[in-house]
C-alpha cells in the first residue's frame, strides 16, 4: 500500500495568554509587572505526581496479582508441612492406602488429560533465520535522476511531472532508494522479460544468502510460500524458485498475489498453519513485489503516487517447527492476527489497480485511504489487545468503556498502551503519512518508529518485505534482547490490516550479509518533515 507523500496532520500552537508568569524553555520563570498574590489552593496533582509511575505500579500489581497471592499460601503450606511429625506422615500414608481407588483414578485423569494436551496443543514455530536483499549500487536513484528520467520519457506533463516532484519531496523517501535496472533504461523497458529479471535478481539473492547464513540444503525444504501482488508469471514464481534450487518433488508449494503490502503476513500464516500439519520440516516464505510492468506511465494524480514510493526489495524466510532448531533460532512466531475490510465497497477500491482514460494501466489511491486504513487498524487492535495486553490494561480498557456506555457518553476511550506489551514495533513503511499517524493513535515515541522511517528513507516501499527491513534495523542496531517481542503491522489492498508478534530467543545479532551492513553507522538521519 502506498501511504501518500503527504505529511500527517499538524497539531496547532495553543499560546496561553496568562499575565503573570509563564515557564521558561530552561526551568526558570519570565515575570511581568504584574504581582499576583499567592495562590491558597492544593497544587495540582497532575503537576506534583508523575502519573507514569503511579500507572507502572498498579500495572506490576495487576500482572503479578496470581503471585501475590499464592506467596502467603505457600509459605502457610510450607509452616505446617515444617510441624508435621512422623506420627502425622503415617496417619497421612495410612489415609491415601484407605483411599487408592481414588488416587488411582484422579492419577488416570491427569495422565489422560496430560496426554491430550501435549498432542492438540499448537507446534511453535521458529523463525531460524531471514535474508533482505540489497540491489546492486547501480539500480540506486536519486531524486534529480528520477525527475529527468521522468521528463525525457515523453509521457508525462508539466502538471504531473511538479506533483511527482512533490510527493518525492515529503514521502520520507531518501536518495539511495533503488528502481530495477528495465526504469534506468531510455526509455524504458517494461518487458515480460526485464519483469522476470527484476524478480530472480530479487528472490534468487534473498534465497543465496538465507542459504549460505543457515547451512540448509534446499532438498530439506517442505513447505513454499511466496507473494506478489502484481507480477504473476506462468509458470508461477513459487515454480521459478522450485526450478532454480532444484526442490523435492513433493513440495507444498503457494503463489499469493494481488494481496497488497500485507501479505507477507498472510504468508507467515500460512505458512505456520502448514508446519501445524506436516511434522518436523522447513518452510520458506519469499516476500516480495515487482515494479518492471507496473510503472505508470499516464496522468491520474491518483495513481502517480506508488512511482514515486515504490522501490525494488524482497525477504526470504526460513520457518521450522523442529524442537533442535529452538536453540539456534532467533524468534519464536506468538501470534497472527488478520483483519479484512473487503466487504466494504470503499475499503475494497481504495487501492485498485485499473486502466486510465487513456487506456494506461497503474495502481489507484482513494483519498479515503488513511481513514479506511485507521479503521483497519482499529478491528485489528481490539482483536490483538487481549491476547497481548497485560490484565492492568485490559481491565482499564473495560473499565472505562462501562463507564462510557452507562454513566457518561463524554467519557473519553481509554487506548491501551501498547507499549507494555510490546519492546519493539515495526509498521509498514507505505509512506511517512502513515508512520505518522500510527506514532501518534498508538502514542508511540520517536525511537519506537526509527525503524520504519529509516527504512522508507534508505529503501523506499518496499511493499510486504518493508517489515523485514525494520527489523534487520534493530538487529543492526543491537537493540534485540533476549524475551522482547516484536509486532509487525502491515496494510494492504483489500483492505487487509495484518499484525505478526515474535519473540527473541536470545539476543540477536545481524546476519552476515544484511541490508543496513554498509550503512547502519550513518543512521538515524533527520528526515524532512
Known amino acids: ?71 502467603p499460601l505457600m ?45 492438540t496443543r499448537p507446534r511453535p514455530v521458529y523463525l531460524v533465520d531471514y535474508s533482505c536483499h540489497r540491489p546492486p549500487s547501480h539500480c540506486k536513484v536519486r531524486y534529480q535522476q528520477f525527475m529527468e528520467h521522468s521528463k525525457l520519457t515523453g509521457d508525462f506533463d508539466d502538471s504531473s511531472l511538479e506533483f511527482q516532484l512533490k510527493i518525492l519531496e515529503r514521502s520520507g523517501l531518501g536518495e539511495e532508494t533503488y528502481v530495477p535496472e528495465a526504469m534506468h533504461c531510455l526509455p524504458p523497458r517494461p518487458s515480460m522479460a526485464a519483469a522476470r529479471e527484476e524478480a530472480e535478481q530479487v528472490m534468487f539473492g534473498a534465497l543465496d544468502n538465507l542459504f549460505l547464513n543457515t547451512s540448509i540444503k534446499p532438498k530439506d525444504i517442505g513447505i513454499l510460500v511466496v507473494n506478489c501482488s502484481l507480477f504473476n508469471p506462468t509458470p508461477s514464481l513459487s515454480a521459478m524458485i522450485v526450478n532454480k534450487y532444484k526442490l523435492r518433488g513433493n513440495i507444498r508449494s503457494f503463489n499469493l498475489g494481488g494481496m497488497g503490502c500485507s501479505a507477507g503476513v498472510i504468508a507467515v500464516d500460512l505458512a505456520k498453519d502448514m508446519l501445524q500439519v506436516h ?26 503516487i506508488p512511482n514515486c514510493l515504490f522501490r525494488v526489495g524482497g525477504a526470504a524466510l526460513l520457518l ?3 524442537a533442535t532448531d529452538r536453540k539456534r533460532a532467533k524468534y519464536k512466531l506468538v501470534h497472527v492476527v488478520r483483519t479484512h475490510k ?24 482513494s483519498k479515503d485511504l488513511m481513514a479506511i486504513a485507521g479503521g483497519a487498524l482499529k478491528t485489528n487492535i481490539t482483536t490483538l489487545g487481549p491476547l497481548v495486553l497485560p490484565i492492568s490494561e485490559q481491565l482499564l480498557f473495560f473499565t472505562t468503556l462501562v463507564a462510557k456506555k452507562l454513566f457518561n457518553a463524554k467519557v473519553k476511550p481509554y487506548i491501551p498502551d501498547f507499549k507494555l506489551a510490546f519492546d519493539h514495533f515495526c509498521i509498514h513503511a507505505g509512506g511517512r503519512a502513515v508512520i505518522d499517524e500510527l506514532e501518534r493513535n498508538l502514542q508511540l515515541l520517536p525511537i519506537h518508529v526509527e525503524a520504519s522511517r529509516m527504512t522508507l528513507h534508505r529503501f523506499g516501499n518496499t511493499s510486504s518485505s518493508s517489515i523485514w527491513y525494520e527489523l534487520a534495523y534493530m538487529e543492526a542496531k543491537g537493540r534485540m534482547r533476549k524475551g522482547h517481542h516484536v509486532w509487525q503491522i502491515a496494510f494492504g489492498s483489500g483492505f487487509k490490516c ?32
Open 1 to 71: 500500500m502506498g501511504g501518500g507523500g503527504g505529511g500527517g496532520a499538524v497539531e496547532g500552537d495553543h499560546n496561553s495568554s496568562a499575565v503573570a508568569s509563564t515557564p521558561g524553555g530552561g526551568g526558570g520563570v519570565a515575570t511581568t509587572g504584574v504581582q499576583i498574590q499567592p495562590s491558597r489552593r492544593l497544587p495540582d496533582f497532575l503537576q506534583s505526581v508523575n502519573l507514569k509511575y503511579v500507572k507502572l505500579g498498579y500495572h506490576y500489581l495487576i500482572t503479578h496479582l496470581l503471585t501475590l497471592c499464592l506467596i
Open 75 to 119: 509459605v502457610v503450606i510450607v509452616i505446617e508441612a515444617a510441624q508435621m511429625n512422623p506420627e502425622d506422615v503415617r496417619q497421612l500414608w495410612l489415609h491415601l492406602q484407605f483411599n487408592l481407588v481414588s488416587v488411582i483414578i484422579c492419577f488416570a485423569f491427569l495422565v489422560f488429560g496430560g496426554t491430550v494436551y501435549i498432542m
Open 320 to 322: 521450522s517447527n523442529k
Open 498 to 529: 495484518n499484525s505478526a508478534v515474535w519473540e527473541a530467543l536470545r539476543t540477536v545479532k545481524p546476519s552476515p550479509n544484511s541490508p543496513w551492513e554498509d550503512c547502519i553507522d550513518r543512521y538515524p538521519v533527520k528526515t524532512v518533515a
Open 342 to 365: 473487503g466487504a466494504d465497497d470503499k475499503a475494497f477500491q481504495c487501492v485498485y489497480q485499473e486502466q486510465d482514460d487513456a487506456g494506461k494501466t497503474g495502481v489507484s489511491l
Open 279 to 304: 511434522r518436523n520440516t522447513y518452510a520458506v516464505v519469499v516476500s516480495t513485489e515487482n515494479i518492471t510492468q507496473n510503472w505508470y506511465f499516464g496522468n491520474r494524480k491518483s495513481m502517480l
